[in-house]
């Protein structure tokens, strides 16, 4: 387990992954770590702020449903258009 998906883990509600797993038939619930959005949004910010930011942006795929999560609301951080754009074709 990586430094960062021990951080996500720390935010995990177990419930909520249960939901989502319900909201998505055919993606097994060990797929979600179960992080609300509003945590995960607060997350990104101070995340992206971080050295390790860009480095989890060029590792995919990613093994976590709330990785992908992240790795979407960190993209919708960038200001720059042709930096998101060269992010989402990744």
Do not use: W
Not at 56 to 82: A, C, R, T, W
């Amino acid at each position: 387990m990586t430094l960062l998906q021990e951080r996500l883990f720390a935010m995990q509600d177990k419930q909520y992954a249960a939901f989502q797993a319900k909201l998505t038939p055919g993606v097994p619930v060990e797929s979600f770590i179960g992080i609300r959005v509003p945590v995960l949004r607060k997350f990104a910010k101070e995340f992206t702020k971080e050295t390790e930011c860009e480095e989890f942006l060029q590792q995919l795929p990613h093994e976590y449903y709330d990785e992908n999560m992240l790795h979407g609301l960190l993209i919708s951080e960038v200001k720059d258009y042709e930096e998101c754009i060269r992010l989402t074709d990744s």
